[in-house]
């Protein structure tokens, strides 16, 4: 880690290239068609470079091709054949996972078994290969909104699976004798990503991109929140982060003191990096004097 030493490593490309540069590590990411799995092959084949495709392999739901962001393709495996990956994976990338908007079409029953099956698999699959190092993102939805850890599976199957999928990689992986880092994923936004309208950032981005106004939407009950100047104040919810909108929200425009906030710094860069629009059709990004008063 010469280079992180220095102080020159600022990207997250760096540091990966910086890590394995030299290793012979075989890497190996489920979920690879999806968000952070997309973008993990991304910068694994950029950091490999033209030795990626020897140390690198990519699982799906089932067998279809992949395109990296330089234009490289590659086949994903079905998650079924991760047990049998030979050469063996020395660090194991497991972003697959059913998302919350699945429990509505599915049903909980369905939801818990499918996502049940993953983990099975992939826990199968470390007890075969010991890999050294496991990362596994988790979600901020594994805590609940009075603190305390998600547990009740039908109130909440998504956070409750995350919870036990916490439990479950980092026993597994100390009892192979590796190492596994969780990162809780609350709210992001980026290349690749998939349905910004689930996320919060994702969708502020979207309407602040539209022009706004920006509508905060979440469910519980309000407390008085300021949002458009020093004496004006609007009720902003203070329930735990979900995709149902209850009546409570807040309208942001350019004299709300948001607009001039760090927050609305983020927007702009977060809408800088996001790359998933086409070039040449993405609109401006946003400004504070592009949106609506509220």
């Known amino acids: 880690m010469a280079a ?45 470079g ?12 089932r067998r279809r091709e992949v395109v990296v962001a330089d234009g490289r393709k590659l086949d994903a495996l079905p998650l ?36 049940v099956a993953i983990t099975t698999t992939v826990l199968d699959a470390i007890a075969r290969h010991r890999p050294r ?13 009075a603190g305390r850890l998600t547990s009740d599976l039908r109130a909440d199957p998504y956070g409750a699976l995350k919870h ?14 590796g190492v596994c880092v969780i990162p809780r994923v609350f709210s992001v936004a980026g290349s690749r990503m998939t349905k910004p309208e689930l996320y919060a ?27 458009a100047g020093p004496t004006r104040s609007s009720h902003w919810p203070c329930g735990r982060r979900t995709r149902v909108a209850t009546s409570c929200s807040t309208r942001v425009g350019p004299s709300s003191r948001w607009a001039s906030s760090p927050r609305w710094s983020l927007m702009r860069t ?25």
């Open 4 to 48: 992180a030493e220095r102080g020159h490593v600022t990207r997250p490309l760096d540091l990966i290239a910086d890590a394995v540069r030299g290793t012979g590590d075989h890497v190996a990411v489920t979920g690879a068609t999806g968000w952070l799995g997309s973008v993990a092959l991304d910068l694994l084949y950029r950091a490999f």
């Open 133 to 145: 190092r496991v990362v596994l993102p988790s979600s901020g939805a594994v805590t609940a909104s």
């Open 50 to 61: 033209d030795d990626a495709p020897g140390h690198v392999t990519a699982y799906a739901s």
């Open 164 to 177: 036990l999928d916490e439990l479950a990689f980092r026993t597994a992986t100390r009892d192979v004798g």
């Open 201 to 227: 950032l994702g969708s502020m981005v979207q309407m602040a991109a539209a022009g706004g106004p920006i509508e905060v939407r979440a469910q519980g009950g309000p407390c008085t929140g300021r949002t």
């Open 80 to 115: 079924s054949e991760l047990g049998s990956q030979d050469p063996a994976p020395t660090t194991l990338l497991h972003f697959a996972f059913l998302t919350r908007d699945k429990v509505a079409a599915l049903g909980i029953d369905a939801y818990t078994s499918q996502n």
């Open 270 to 294: 977060a809408w800088t990096l996001t790359s998933s629009v086409a070039p040449g059709t993405r609109p401006s990004p946003p400004s504070a004097t592009s949106a609506t008063a509220g």
